[in-house]
């Protein structure tokens, strides 16, 4: 069976803090995706990124920041000099075939 | 242009009685997924369309749930005789490709279902 571990339930920073958001995955499938989705106080899922399992390069996209690590089944999540406007629920998700797994989430707060 | 909207956006039933959300898609995605999600926990997958078909529907939690795509845009979720357990947040969620969920999903702002 497929699952999405994110140990963090909740973290709290100061605004300017650096954050990362850990992931562990389980999966037996050679090809899948991983995604990060946030869901901000309005509750409406808004897509961050999405990586293939063959593709294990970081990506870097303004202060957010993806480590995709196969040897450890990890995709952590970094939020650089984080604002308060980062304050969410942050979810990872595995997805094989027509299913999508979801993380149970980390909500973050970002205190000014 | 428009992203995926569902309504209503809440709902409140008594237990027993039947509901019906709806989410209507961004024109021209192939798929169109559903999830619950109860408060404080991650969506929970329920059933797939491609186009009419629908293609996976393990996740729903029993026969009182029914999802339908008639037309291969707008769908529909069904509850019958609602329990208490239903109570979460239903959200839509379409992709443009086929195939299931290797795609970008684009979420709707969900249903808040509340059985009394």
């Known amino acids: 069976a497929q699952k999405v571990t994110q140990a963090q339930t909740e973290i709290s920073v100061v605004e300017k803090e650096d954050v990362t958001l850990d992931c562990v995955y389980e999966?037996?499938?050679?090809?899948?995706?991983l995604f990060w989705y946030k869901q901000p106080p309005s509750g409406e899922l808004v897509f961050l990124i999405r990586?293939?399992?063959?593709?294990?390069q970081n990506e870097i996209s303004g202060r957010y920041s993806w480590n995709f690590q196969k040897s450890t089944s990890s995709f952590n999540f970094t939020i650089t000099a984080s604002q308060v406007v980062d304050s969410a629920v942050y979810f990872c998700?595995?997805?094989?075939?027509?299913?999508?797994?979801f993380g149970a989430g980390t909500r973050l707060f970002v205190k000014a | 242009g428009a992203g995926v909207s569902q309504s209503p956006r809440y709902k409140v039933a008594k237990r027993g009685q039947d509901v019906a959300l709806r989410c209507d898609p961004i024109?021209?995605?192939?798929?169109l997924f559903w999830y619950q999600q109860a408060l404080g926990q991650g969506p929970e997958f329920l059933t797939y369309?491609?186009?009419?078909?629908?293609?996976?529907k393990s996740g729903l939690p029993s026969d009182r749930f029914f999802a339908e795509r008639p037309e291969g845009s707008v769908s529909t979720l069904k509850i019958q005789r609602t329990q208490q357990e239903d109570s979460a947040v239903y959200l839509c969620?379409?992709?443009?490709?086929?195939?299931?969920?290797?795609?970008?999903?684009?979420f709707g702002p969900g249903t808040r279902l509340t059985v009394l």
């Open positions: 998700a595995l997805s094989e075939g027509f299913k999508t797994i």
């Open positions: 369309f491609q186009n009419e078909a629908q293609l996976d």
């Open positions: 999966t037996r499938d050679t090809t899948y995706y």
């Open positions: 024109s021209g995605h192939v798929s």
């Open positions: 990586r293939n399992s063959f593709d294990e």
């Open positions: 969620a379409s992709s443009f490709l086929a195939g299931g969920s290797t795609d970008t999903q684009y």
